[in-house]
């Protein structure tokens, strides 16, 4: 029996007390945002190679982007027809371009297949959902990535979370209670986003074999950077034939859109059948499969980007003071930890003022008291860019040395 609202006088004041007691609640927590100096907002800028371009029309040079082999800003002779896809990838958005670059990706990371997600967030979150299920478990760094995060809440397997890149409290942990669980897996970021750490692959990997478990790794900051031929961190460390599942994306240093998984293919098989961002989702726009497709051929073609972008991480860390091992020292994110959160705000703003963009990051994005900038190289930085920038932060307050 359905009720009409107009019969229902007092149901209707009610519902609409309830919506604004709502709003008053979305707005109460803005409010303590704003007194936390964490409300973000969306503003308008334009890329334009090594710099970005403000709504008030101001040109910084760019340090805060992941732009890592300059190729997102690029131009591409395509061939695609059409701006979308028109369909999910199992109905009919799966077209031949999409197959190709799969097999493409496939190959670069030497697995038996490959998969494309909408975007780098889909993969990470509908993997681990997906691969771990009920009567699983799920050991996942402290300072792992929001999307492999909200993967393990998703799924069914119980979480446990240890210290980050402690491979000791990891060990302890399997040996007090692996045979409780059907499927151990073992999720990690490969280089971390907020930090520039590298997870210890190595160290993992043989952790992993002791004990049966499935080693997760996403490669979303490393893809195209790291490793002889760019393919990421599991190749830098001589694993990739020990990682279960590398999850990567399209929109970081291959400069386009988008996320992908390789593995096996009966890995990739069950995800297609079973890993529902990927099911009910749109596939990814012909444009972004070509732009894709382009980077990958560059990347394999120039490898002089990604020497250049080794050389100006190193050069920075240098500057900084920050003495870090190879092959980390190549890594192109670099945190100056400057504590509290106005400060990192005012320095950026400082920054701003002398003509660089280096964002201010701040919680709930990394732990209270480590709001820090962080500076994102690219390839199309030019070494007088990084020499000014570095003469900047020796006149910031405390100088460069408090990361």
Same mark, same amino acid.
């Given at each position: $029996?359905?009720?009409?609202?107009? =019969?229902?006088?007092?149901?209707?004041?009610? #519902?609409?007390?309830?919506? /604004?007691?709502?709003?008053?609640?979305?707005?109460?927590?803005?409010?303590?945002?704003?007194?936390?100096? %964490?409300?973000?907002?969306?503003?308008? %800028?334009?890329?334009?190679?090594?710099?970005? /371009?403000?709504?008030?029309?101001?040109?910084?040079?760019?340090?805060?982007?992941?732009?890592?082999?300059?190729? !997102?800003?690029?131009?591409?002779? #395509?061939?695609? &027809?059409?701006?979308?896809?028109? !369909?999910?990838?199992?109905?009919?958005?799966?077209?031949?371009?999409?197959?190709?670059?799969?097999?493409?990706?496939?190959?670069?990371?030497?697995?038996?297949?490959?998969?494309?997600?909408?975007?780098?967030?889909?993969?990470?979150?509908?993997?681990?959902?997906?691969?771990?299920?009920?009567?699983?478990?799920?050991?996942?760094?402290?300072?792992?990535?929001?999307?492999?995060?909200?993967?393990?809440?998703?799924?069914?397997?119980? &979480? @446990?979370?240890?210290?980050? %890149?402690?491979?000791?409290?990891?060990?302890? *942990?399997?040996?007090?209670?692996?045979?409780?669980?059907?499927?151990?897996?073992?999720?990690?970021?490969?280089?971390?986003? $907020?930090?520039?750490?590298?997870?210890?692959? =190595?160290?993992?990997?043989? *952790?992993?074999?002791?004990?049966?478990?499935?080693?997760?790794v996403d490669e979303a900051h490393a893809t195209g +950077?790291?490793?002889?031929?760019?393919?990421?961190?599991?190749?830098?460390?001589? +694993?990739?034939?020990?990682?279960? +599942?590398?999850?990567?994306?399209?929109?970081?240093?291959?400069?386009?859109?988008?996320?992908?998984?390789? !593995?096996?293919?009966?890995?990739?098989?069950?995800? *297609?059948?079973?890993?529902?961002?990927? *099911?009910? #989702?749109?596939?990814?726009?012909?444009?972004?499969?070509?732009?894709?497709?382009?980077?990958? =051929?560059?990347?394999?073609?120039?490898?002089?980007?990604?020497?250049?972008?080794?050389?100006?991480?190193?050069? @920075?860390? %240098?500057?900084?003071?920050?003495?870090?091992?190879?092959?980390?020292?190549?890594?192109?994110?670099?945190?100056?930890?400057?504590?509290?959160?106005?400060?990192?705000?005012?320095?950026?703003?400082?920054?701003?003022?002398?003509?660089?963009?280096?964002?201010?990051?701040?919680?709930?994005?990394?732990?209270?008291?480590?709001?820090?900038?962080?500076?994102?190289?690219?390839?199309?930085?030019?070494? &007088? $860019?990084?020499?000014?920038?570095?003469?900047?932060?020796?006149?910031?307050?405390?100088?460069?040395?408090?990361?």
């Open positions: $029996m359905s009720w009409a609202v107009g =019969r229902c006088p007092g149901r209707q004041v009610e #519902s609409l007390n309830q919506r /604004v007691r709502t709003l008053d609640h979305f707005s109460r927590q803005l409010s303590e945002l704003d007194a936390k100096g %964490r409300r973000r907002e969306l503003v308008p %800028r334009r890329l334009d190679g090594p710099w970005i /371009v403000l709504a008030d029309g101001r040109r910084l040079i760019n340090f805060g982007g992941n732009d890592y082999l300059g190729l !997102a800003t690029r131009s591409v002779d #395509s061939v695609a &027809t059409g701006a979308g896809s028109g !369909a999910s990838p199992l109905v009919c958005g799966w077209t031949d371009a999409h197959q190709r670059l799969a097999e493409t990706l496939a190959s670069f990371e030497g697995t038996e297949s490959a998969v494309l997600f909408p975007s780098g967030y889909a993969a990470c979150s509908g993997t681990v959902a997906t691969l771990a299920g009920e009567g699983d478990l799920i050991l996942s760094d402290q300072l792992n990535h929001a999307s492999l995060i909200d993967g393990c809440r998703l799924s069914r397997a119980r &979480t @446990t979370v240890f210290a980050h %890149r402690d491979c000791q409290e990891l060990e302890q *942990i399997l040996s007090r209670c692996r045979d409780e669980f059907a499927q151990v897996w073992i999720v990690t970021d490969g280089v971390f986003s $907020m930090d520039g750490h590298l997870a210890p692959l =190595r160290e993992l990997c043989e *952790i992993a074999e002791r004990f049966g478990a499935h080693l997760i +950077v790291l490793g002889e031929t760019g393919s990421g961190l599991c190749e830098a460390l001589g +694993v990739k034939d020990r990682v279960a +599942v590398r999850i990567g994306t399209l929109s970081k240093a291959i400069g386009s859109q988008g996320g992908f998984v390789a !593995a096996k293919r009966v890995v990739v098989d069950y995800l *297609i059948n079973r890993a529902r961002s990927l *099911i009910y #989702s749109t596939a990814l726009s012909p444009l972004a499969v070509a732009a894709a497709e382009d980077a990958l =051929r560059q990347i394999a073609s120039q490898p002089q980007r990604r020497v250049a972008l080794e050389q100006l991480a190193r050069s @920075t860390r %240098r500057g900084l003071g920050i003495q870090v091992d190879p092959p980390e020292d190549s890594v192109p994110i670099i945190p100056v930890i400057v504590g509290e959160d106005a400060r990192a705000v005012r320095f950026s703003q400082m920054l701003a003022g002398a003509g660089f963009y280096v964002p201010a990051i701040r919680p709930p994005t990394v732990p209270e008291g480590t709001a820090r900038l962080r500076i994102s190289l690219s390839a199309l930085h030019q070494p &007088t $860019m990084l020499e000014n920038l570095l003469r900047q932060f020796e006149a910031l307050p405390s100088g460069p040395g408090y990361h």
